[in-house]
């Protein structure tokens, strides 16, 4: 990346690095064009990081848990069994959360998509301007993805942690 005061052209930005992000930023880089991905916080998005993913390694570590505490059905006797969460999260963090982010990460460079640290700006339909930690760039583009996830909103009514 150039930083200055002139706009670096690209054929597509693809605004979020989520499972719709990357995807869309990788094909578009096969089909020969040149792409940028924004992300804000996290290279996968919040479903590989600190979402879907970690949630659903957690649970998966606590049903096997609890399959060797209840095994005696089965005729498997299971003597002292122990959870040592430090150890579980360190799983969940290195072997589940790492690997995945790290193969969205190759598959990014791999096909040749610019990854930039920031937040982006819209100024028009095919300009934006991107914060970095530390400068600021303005992006000129054919065409943008905005796959930025969703957030969860109430419902009037329906408050969240209410009681039905």
């Known amino acids: 990346m150039v930083v200055g005061d002139f706009a670096v052209e690209l054929d597509t930005v693809v605004i979020g690095s989520g499972p719709g992000g990357y995807v869309a930023a990788i094909r578009a880089a096969q089909m020969g064009q040149k792409v940028a991905i924004i992300e804000k916080e ?42 040592d969460f430090t150890k579980t999260q360190e799983w969940k963090d290195k072997k589940v959360v790492n690997t995945l982010t790290s193969g969205v990460s190759y598959l990014l460079k791999k096909n040749k998509v610019e990854v930039i640290m920031g937040t982006a700006f819209f100024n028009d339909a095919n300009t934006l301007r991107v914060f970095t930690e530390d ?16 957030r969860p909103i109430e419902i009037k009514g329906f408050k969240f942690g209410g009681r039905i």
Do not use: D, W
Request: charged share 10%; hydrophobic share 45%; glycine share 10%.
């Open 42 to 83: 996290y290279i996968g998005g919040v479903c590989l990081n600190v979402g879907c993913i970690p949630s659903k390694a957690l649970i998966a570590a606590g049903h096997r848990y609890q399959e060797a505490m209840n095994a005696e059905t089965f005729g498997i006797t299971a003597e002292n069994v122990k959870l």
């Open 135 to 150: 400068a600021a760039q303005t992006y000129t583009f054919k065409n943008a993805i905005v796959a930025t996830g969703s």
